[in-house]
């Protein structure tokens, strides 16, 4: 069996907290999605888990050839948990306190495109199906090149099934999110099939500056594309990629390294920061799952935040804090749910004790 890559489990714990914390933002305080640390935090945590399950997508057979992932338990796995804990929300919500931006009805699960706010394993589930088909294609191709001109001409089908379908089954399918983290899913796929050269990207010190450079400038147009007079829909798509992919190879040149010293097998404990941070990696589907039933309404914070004029630095410390205990109770539900086939099946998605 391969060892665990702990510095993935590690990317995917910060990647659950980031995403806990713009939820503190958006549905504790409300209209606070308008601050700069929230707009930080949406470009990075999806990107980065659709990234690493890109990654992880890609099985070898003992034949050398590249695998179909199956389909059937990819949908136990993404597409039950995902229906059992959003019908429980919906009878939950009116109880919470919160002021939701999902629609959290029947009707914004099955109609919706945000399902509720479980987008996430959804559209994960409709990116692997297209990388199932995409399978065959891929294994046939000689070069890296020509990989990635098979993956261009899908998303541009992809683009031109979005183009075409009517709103109605747009929504419902939330095939817009489908086309917009399929290159990042794709772009894990290659980068597991050529892991050496990505490592040695990751691993180059130049490689790092220009990334740092690249994502600072993309997302600055991505944040606040109105302010530039070339920032077209399509424009701010392709930046959206170039910032995404940026972004993996700082992840990965950045945790990586950290990993490797606090899990070195020559130490007598791992690090503690490491080691927990690697521990929310592996209970980040859970706890994306259950988080949204352990959040609370704090509209009393909205005018303090507001005095320091939504600045950065206060605004991250408080969400951090907030998600703290979010993330706490999600974990001691976990615990509770781990004894239970049924309650792991529909609404953690994991394995039972």
Same mark, same amino acid.
């Given at each position: 069996?391969?060892?665990?890559?702990?510095? *993935?489990?590690?990317m995917k714990g910060l990647a659950i907290f980031l995403v806990v914390m713009g939820h503190v933002l958006t549905m504790c305080v409300r209209e606070i999605d308008r601050a700069p640390v929230f707009k930080f935090i949406g470009q990075i945590h999806m990107p980065l888990f659709f990234f690493i399950s890109g990654w992880f997508a890609v099985k070898?057979?003992?034949?050398? #050839?590249l695998k179909t992932p199956g389909l059937l338990s990819r949908a136990k796995r993404l597409l039950l948990p995902m229906l059992g804990a959003s019908t429980l929300f919906i009878y939950y919500y009116p109880h919470s306190g919160l002021q939701s931006p999902f629609d959290s009805t029947w009707s914004g699960l099955w109609l919706n495109v945000w399902k509720n706010g479980y987008w996430f394993t959804f559209v994960l589930f409709e990116i692997f199906a297209v990388y199932a088909a995409l399978t065959f294609v891929l294994r046939r191709m000689a070069s890296f090149w020509l990989e990635l001109l098979a993956v261009a001409v899908a998303w541009a089908v992809l683009g031109g099934i979005y183009y075409v379908l009517p709103g109605v089954c747009d929504a419902a399918m939330s095939f817009e999110l489908v086309f917009t983290f399929f290159p990042i899913f794709m772009a894990g796929v290659l980068a597991r099939r050529h892991a050496d050269a990505f490592m040695r990207l990751c691993a180059s010190s130049e490689a790092l500056t220009v990334s740092l450079f690249v994502t600072v400038i993309c997302m600055? *147009?991505?944040?606040?594309p109105w302010r530039y007079s070339f920032g077209s829909a399509f424009n701010v798509i392709l930046a959206q990629i170039v910032m995404q992919i940026s972004l993996a190879i700082i992840a990965v040149a950045v945790v990586k390294p950290w990993s490797e010293r606090a899990f070195d097998p020559a130490r007598e404990k791992p690090g503690r920061f490491a080691a927990m941070w690697a521990f929310l990696g592996d209970k980040s589907l859970a706890i994306y799952?259950?988080?949204?039933f352990f959040l609370y309404p704090m509209p009393f914070m909205k005018p303090? #935040?507001?005095?320091f004029d939504l600045a950065v630095v206060p605004l991250t410390v408080f969400a951090a804090l907030g998600a703290i205990p979010v993330i706490a109770l999600g974990l001691c539900a976990d615990y509770i749910f781990s004894f239970s086939r049924f309650l792991c099946t529909f609404l953690t998605g994991s394995t039972p004790k």
């Open positions: 069996m391969r060892p665990r890559l702990k510095y *993935f489990d590690m070898i057979g003992s034949d050398g #050839l600055a *147009f991505v944040c606040w799952l259950l988080h949204y303090m #935040l507001e005095s």
